[in-house]
């Protein structure tokens, strides 16, 4: 999936004067890919409110229910749009520190859990999954999904597009892509990282345990979580709210309130990807221009709804399996609408990029990626 990227950050300088989404619109039927973005952005946005909900409540340990940090939610986002005011490099500097906490407190975690690292590093390179079972390849597809947001692809050529360059001149243009590589690379490096740290800490903390083994544990540690785990010799089940109730049981509370500080500065520093992603995409699709207000009042009004009724009617249990199912969503995204035909056409077009085609074999490498 990184081949995916690498190609399409390649490709996003050479289309030059068209926006990834408007070359879709020259491409294939617009109004059907359109929809399939808007619900891919719709199924972010509903990640981010599970996300940040989850956190507030570990954080104030329970006093601020699901359903209140699920309305928490609708003002942040508000706060981002006023931010934005003050200019897009200035929004880029505040994400780029949500990213460094989300760094310093996974990274945090990878330490204190401490994984084997050769094994770490043979599961980076060597594809296997011994003894897997349905939930264990439900939650593989599901961490594509959860690493690769489809919608991003769509707003990484917007925000090429805003590059101050000469666009009829090849030398500009090619010093220009060079440079972009450079910046994409280290971005998803520390992506990578910041992955790497949260797949290791749930392997090596969470892997064959019980529930009754963690249920004793937490007693033991005097958490006010125990009653999550019942008293069953079944394997221990995570999702991103047990992650931070079974790393305070085993490692302190510490581990568990860096770990919310960690999911909430991810929740944070992807909503608004979402509203600027929406709004390039219906403005490339569609030819519509709305305000960003408008844009994040229409998606997040449609993602808290459902969000809110689980939360309200319903366990966290609920609520992180609706997250479980919308990682699985947006890794089809990926594979079915994001990767095939809207990708690979473009980029491999000498109609559309003829100095700057990809050629062959990066788009049979992500054929063989996609398979």
């Known amino acids: 999936m990184t081949v995916i990227y690498s190609v399409t950050e390649h490709w996003h300088m050479c289309a030059a004067l068209r926006r990834r989404d408007e070359l879709c619109l020259m491409q294939v039927p617009r109004i059907i890919l359109?929809?399939?973005?808007?619900?891919?952005?719709i199924g972010s946005d509903m990640q981010e409110v599970i996300g940040c909900a989850i956190a507030f409540n570990l954080l104030s340990v329970g006093r601020i229910p699901l359903w209140a940090g699920v309305l928490i939610t609708i003002f942040d986002t508000f706060v981002f749009l006023f931010?934005?005011?003050?200019?897009?490099?200035?929004l880029e500097a505040f994400f780029g520190f949500l990213i460094t906490i989300m760094a310093l407190s996974?990274?945090?975690?990878?330490?204190r859990v401490a994984p084997d690292q050769v094994e770490v590093l043979k599961g980076m390179f060597v594809p296997y999954c011994s003894g897997c079972g349905a939930a264990q390849l439900e939650q593989a597809v599901g961490i594509v999904g959860a690493v690769i947001m489809p919608h991003n692809?769509?707003?990484h050529s917007a925000l090429v597009k805003s590059r101050d360059i000469n666009r009829g001149n090849k030398k500009e243009v090619k010093e220009a892509n060079k440079y972009y590589f450079i910046e994409s690379s280290i971005a998803l490096f520390i992506s990578f990282l910041i992955n790497v740290f949260v797949v290791a800490v749930f392997a090596e903390a969470f892997y064959g345990?019980?529930?009754?083994?963690?249920?004793?544990?937490?007693?033991?540690?005097?958490?006010?979580?125990?009653?999550?785990?019942?008293?069953?010799n079944q394997t221990l089940e995570v999702d991103i709210y047990k992650g931070?109730?079974?790393?305070?049981?085993?490692?302190g509370p510490a581990a568990l309130y860096i770990w919310a500080v960690g999911i909430l500065a991810a929740g944070q520093s992807s909503t608004m990807t979402g509203t600027y992603s929406g709004q390039f995409v219906m403005e490339g699709f569609l030819n519509l221009r709305w305000s960003r207000f408008a844009r994040v009042l229409l998606t997040r009004s449609i993602a808290i709804l459902p969000t809110l009724l689980v939360a309200v009617f319903e366990d966290v249990q609920h609520l992180t399996g609706m997250n479980d199912f919308l990682n699985v969503l947006q890794s089809m995204q990926v594979l079915v609408c994001d990767a095939v035909q809207p990708l690979l056409n473009p980029s491999t077009s000498p109609d559309l990029i003829s100095l700057f085609n990809v050629g062959f074999l990066p788009s049979y490498i992500i054929q063989v990626s996609v398979l």
Not at 34 to 41: F, H, K, P, S, Y
Not at 209 to 232: I, R, Y
Request: overall charge negative; proline content about 4%.
């Open 106 to 111: 996974f990274g945090y975690e990878y330490v």
């Open 34 to 41: 359109w929809l399939m973005v808007e619900l891919a952005i």
């Open 83 to 90: 931010l934005d005011k003050y200019g897009l490099r200035k």
């Open 244 to 251: 931070g109730v079974v790393l305070g049981c085993f490692f």
């Open 153 to 155: 692809i769509y707003l």
């Open 209 to 232: 345990k019980t529930n009754m083994e963690v249920g004793q544990k937490c007693n033991e540690s005097g958490s006010p979580h125990s009653d999550l785990f019942p008293a069953n």
